[in-house]
């Protein structure tokens, strides 16, 4: 069953303009991850939270991740229209040895 | 370039027919994983293989096997293709250990008529 889930299921925003997206999880949680999905592609690892960490950054990309909430956010800054997929969070359970298990995504759209 | 191949990319079968879905990484992985993608669904994890030798079911194993031929391969079989079976099939790869990012073929477009 579906372990995370994001908000929102589809965002629309102008280039430039910075994009937010939410995932709530269920279960207590060994790491999250955020993965990027071009149209048609596979999806591509942008980044991984430990449990122990609330912040990470790479490059336009921060992760936050509250484990009080079950929550995570990901924040692109300054959005380009290369930024336009299909975003993931996917979690490992606290016990650290089953598979990523994957929300629904968010599609976001930066119109030039 | 390195990463993970999948073949074939497009699939039309008939109801009943079966195939393989093959898998190749090159990156020395140990942990290899199948998914399975329907609009609106999200990934859900049909098998998976931790190690050379071994293989486990995930979320959604009813109606596929699977082998994992050497540490380079893991392959996916429908042995009596079904309708419900239409998806976009995934192929991962990773280390060991669930404490590092997946690398994902581009995918198997599979249409069952």
Partial sequence: ?112 | NAGVTQTPKFQVLKTGQSMTLQCAQDMNHNSMYWYRQDPGMGLRLIYYSASEGTTDKGEVPNGYNVSRLNKREFSLRLESAAPSQTSVYFCASSEPGQIYGYTFGSGTRLTVV
């Fill in chain 1, 1 to 112: 069953s579906q372990q995370g889930e994001e908000d929102p299921q589809a965002l629309s925003i102008q280039e430039g303009e910075n994009a937010t997206m939410n995932c709530s999880y269920k279960t207590s949680i060994n790491n999250l991850q955020w993965y990027r999905q071009n149209s048609g592609r596979g999806l591509v690892h942008l980044i991984l939270i430990r449990s122990n960490e609330r912040e990470k950054h790479s490059g336009r990309l921060r992760v936050t991740l509250d484990t009080s909430k079950k929550s995570s956010s990901l924040l692109i800054t300054a959005s380009r229209a290369a930024d336009t997929a299909s975003y993931f969070c996917a979690t490992v359970s606290v016990s650290g040895n089953t598979p990523l298990v994957f929300g629904k995504g968010t599609r976001l759209s930066v119109i030039a």
